[in-house]
């Protein structure tokens, strides 16, 4: 698979300028390109849809038609007529920004209002819009589509794998285990070679309390996840206007209440966009985590594997093996792949090999002896699993992307404050304070997804040239010096390899914060994985980070989104409530973006 590397020159285009003005509330994206507002947070998505509000006066029932909030992971999938010119764009909208509401809120308000809890449930989950271009070569979305539609936090969702119909899946309302309303915190996400779309549950344990101490203390679906202990959750307080979200046991009621709750999330969700009437599955066999990602890479021979990584402080890296072999055009036997499988940790050594840990009963520990007593409650407590195995906790890992021509993997670890304190430093996480970041690559055996053993290096690690100085003229400390052959930028996420191996690099960092004041605005930048040179194409405005990433077939349109901007973008007015909005760009002369 390695014979069509491109080794010419990648990079295209000339690199922009840092924007550090703290009134910067725009998109400048390179010279030759355009970057235009293509899909905000109230937009309408269903036919009937009413118009955003732009006092955001808009009740629950009106958000459950339009846009959600936070725009994340997104994936544009191709109709056969035209596949670069007609599409299905598929994106998360992650959390809620207090603008969702016309007075906003207080984080520390404990008792909700019904009808804003609501609101809020509705502008999670994601969006599916069909867009089309038009006559004079617009990309238009398609308002009366039958495809398009919301996916929420109230959703019925079926449980697949070991864990369906399990009684730690059991609840007050649904005695069945296996049905589940919503799916929350949608960060980043993957596609499968058959058409599906993987949604991603990164920090569900926000939304959730048990203010038992002792069961609390003992319950390692919680406290090892980090659900509240006490009264509240930590940010949005729903358990104060919906009991599900109050996880503390109830001896009184048929399996506890609500104490499963939580463990219904922090799975990789597929759904098909292509059939409206479906009903999303929570895949249990991928293991419970704060997901990012569900990245998909297929062997030669059909083999595959799912990268996830799990994005909290000294967290680790999985990938999951399916037992079954990827045949294409086979799609009822291909949606059975990812229920049945072997979930493993990755272990980074410092001679520059890697290990992948099974997490399988039986082996690395994990017998009814150290408290596994089943492959079940492997896979329901997958990081206390992943710790007994021997994983190597990471610097916050966030998205994955595979190399088109050769399946390199490439993974970025965002920032890791405690690193050095709470986890030991070693190569692959080798800063102390990690303010910045880095990004890791590395090779499976003979390039086969399925392999047990790899071998990685630093690709490079983010943060300030050599020779830089801060804004106040001091001496960058050299915990925050990178070796970046380029342009700088702080805490890496996103993640995407378009089709001729450019890598696509997006940044979520506190645009505020000290160390990143020569970093100005967060970024979208190009990576060459030969030269590892890596150039700005693209600034968001002040208060945003850069998320979410896709292309047409010919690489002719990208899509990113702007996430939680802080001024008033998009409409940059000075007045305006801002937006979180998926940006559209294009070459002027229509060429491949980057080349
Ligand atoms: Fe939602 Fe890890 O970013
Ligand atoms: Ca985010
Ligand atoms: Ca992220
Ligand atoms: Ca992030």
Known sequence: CSGSIRRGPLLGFAAIDVQTAPDFDQVIVADGYQAEPFFSWGDAVLAGAPEWQADASDDWRDQLMQAGDNHDGMHYFPFHDQPSAHGLLVINHEYINPTLHPDGFKWQDRKRVPAQVKKEQAAHGLSIIEIKKDQHGQWRRVPDSPYNRRIHAMTPMQISGL???????????????????????????????????????????????????????????????????????????????????????????????????????????????????????????????????????????????????????????????????????????????????????????????????????????????????????????????????????????????????????????????????????????????????????????????AATDFEWTVFLLAGEADTAESQAGDIVADNLKGNIIGDIFSSPDGLMFDGDGRLWIETDYDDDAQQNQNMGCNQLLCADPFSREVRRFLVGPRGCEITGITFTPDFRAMWINVQHPGLHYPASDGKSRPRSTTVLITKLDGGVIGA
């Not at 649904?174 to 070679?193: A, E, F, H």
């Not at 503390?248 to 048929?254: L, R």
């Not at 021509?405 to 690193?419: A, I, M, S």
Request: charged content about 25%.
């Open 163 to 449: 864990l369906a119909g399990n009684v730690q899946m059991k609840t007050r309302a649904d005695p069945s285990g296996r049905v589940v309303l919503g799916t929350l915190n949608n960060c980043s996400m993957g596609v499968t070679p058959w058409g599906t779309y993987l949604v991603c549950e990164e920090n569900w344990h926000h939304y959730f309390c048990n203010n038992d101490e002792g069961d609390y203390e003992t319950r390692i679906s919680h406290k090892r996840y980090g659900v509240a202990q006490g009264k509240r959750s930590k940010y949005y307080a729903w358990e104060s206007v919906d009991p599900r979200f109050n996880a503390t046991p109830d001896a009184n009621q048929p399996h506890l209440g609500y104490v499963h709750e939580p463990n219904r999330f922090g799975w990789v969700v597929e759904v098909d966009p292509f059939d409206p009437d479906s009903t999303p599955v929570k895949h249990t066999a991928l293991g419970r985590l704060c997901r990012e990602c569900a990245v998909v890479s297929v062997g030669d021979d059909g083999r595959m594997a799912v990268y996830s990584g799990d994005d909290t402080k000294g967290e680790y890296i999985y990938k999951f093996v399916p037992d079954g072999v990827y045949k294409e055009g086979s799609r009822q036997l291909n949606r059975r792949l990812l229920s049945e499988g072997t979930l493993y940790a990755a272990q980074f050594r410092d001679d520059g090999r890697g290990r992948w840990l099974a997490l399988r009963l039986g082996e690395n520990g994990l017998t009814p002896d150290n408290g596994f007593a089943d492959q079940a409650s492997i896979l329901l407590n997958t990081r206390a699993a992943a710790d007994r195995a021997g994983a190597t906790a990471m610097d916050r890992p966030e998205w994955i992307a595979v190399h088109p021509h050769t399946r390199e993997v490439y993974v970025t670890l965002t920032n890791n404050d405690e690193r050095g304190d709470k986890q030991p430093l070693n190569k692959a996480n080798p800063r102390p304070h990690n303010l910045h970041g880095q990004i890791l690559r590395w090779n499976e055996e003979q390039a086969d997804p």
